[in-house]
């Protein structure tokens, strides 16, 4: 069995360069979220796809933030034009729901972003 | 508005002791759904339980119950008798209208030998 699969699992890169995570969810789920998680805090909500949808996005991503999820299946988050406050765990989660239902979360390790 | 709030920021206690995590939450929505995460030293987090709005139920599962109170806005989370391996950081979770799960800060749990 296959959980939520994250990569790459460590990234450090200089400010101002553009940084790519990806996310493998379960097969089955239907909905895949982006979380960010900083140290000593809870997930903080980024965005979330139903499908290839995405459905809500978070006020805090700004415009440097992007996410896509084609075809409904993998999802990648990229940040351009990093900077230092994007250090973080980026925590990606898949659920499987029905109407009106909301599911437990299962997440994958992270991706942790060091930006210099 | 949504929010969750773990007060307890950590939480030591020694081992076979009982602990209990506090967790009190906020939203006007009238179907939502309470949830509580494991993140243990590993790092991953991991589901415990979910509970809706209607079902006011407590719950208990080997070590672990949980005591649900709509009253006061509340979904405590205990552990009895705890153990080493109990040790991690613990969060409170409510999704509301929109799935949307919104996470508390957590409450990092030390459990000594």
């Known amino acids: 069995d296959t959980g939520v699969s994250q990569n790459p699992r460590h990234k450090i890169t200089k400010r101002g360069q553009n940084v790519t995570f990806r996310c493998d969810p379960i097969s089955e789920h239907n909905r895949l979220y982006w979380y960010r998680q900083t140290l000593g805090q809870g997930p903080e909500f980024l965005t979330y796809f139903q499908n290839e949808a995405q459905l809500e996005k978070s006020r805090l991503l700004s415009d440097r933030f992007s996410a896509e999820r084609p075809k409904g299946s993998f999802s990648t988050l990229e940040i351009q034009r990093t900077e230092q406050g994007d250090s973080a765990m980026y925590l990606c989660?898949?659920?499987?729901?029905?109407?009106?239902?909301?599911?437990?979360?299962?997440f994958g390790e992270g991706s942790r972003l060091t930006v210099l | 508005a949504q929010k969750v709030t773990q007060a307890q920021t950590e939480i030591s206690v020694v081992e076979k002791e009982d602990v209990t995590l506090d967790c009190v939450y906020e939203?006007?929505?009238?179907?939502?759904?309470l949830f509580w995460y494991k993140q243990p030293p590993s790092g991953e987090l991991v589901f415990l339980i979910r509970r809706n709005s209607f079902d006011e139920q407590n719950e208990i599962s080997g070590r672990y119950s949980w005591n649900f109170q709509k009253s006061t806005s509340s979904f405590n989370f205990t552990i009895t008798a705890s153990q080493v391996v109990d040790s991690a950081v613990y969060f409170c979770a409510l999704e509301a209208g929109g799935f949307k799960t919104i996470f508390g800060a957590g409450t990092r749990l030390f459990v000594k030998a």
């Open positions: 989660a898949s659920s499987s729901s029905g109407q009106g239902e909301a599911g437990e979360l299962f």
């Open positions: 939203t006007r929505d009238t179907t939502y759904y």
